[in-house]
């Protein structure tokens, strides 16, 4: 069984900035890659960033200049640094882990970007 558990979500002012991290535990080798993403109410799911296991990065439009992906391999734990948030950066952010076994995701950490 592998299992995500993300945290760094809260409440901050518009302009400021969160840390995301996310810590995989379980049985798995192969980390294929690792993502993202976040759903705002009434609204679907979106890739915000991901890495791939060669470290590539990518991310979704509306957050390229603002929010940096990385990790640490050797923990199994991804970050999600989110500079200059913005009311519409307020979501419920998940983690999504994808091995040789399968696709995982975490319980999720809400974001509150307020005015």
């Known amino acids: 069984q592998v299992q995500l558990v993300e945290s760094g979500g809260g409440l901050v002012q518009a302009g400021g900035s969160l840390r995301l991290s996310c810590v995989a535990s379980?049985?798995?080798?192969?980390?294929?890659?690792i993502s993202w993403h976040r759903q705002a109410p009434g609204k679907e799911r979106d890739l915000v960033a991901g890495?791939?296991?060669?470290?590539?990065?990518s991310y979704h439009d509306t957050v390229k200049g603002r929010f940096t992906i990385s990790r640490d391999s050797a923990k199994n734990a991804v970050f999600l640094l989110m500079n200059s948030l913005k009311l519409e950066d307020t979501a419920v952010y998940y983690c999504r882990l994808r091995t040789e076994s399968g696709t995982y995701w975490g319980q999720g950490t809400q974001v509150t970007v307020s005015s």
């Open positions: 890495i791939s296991s060669r470290g590539l990065t």
């Open positions: 379980g049985n798995f080798f192969i980390t294929h890659d």
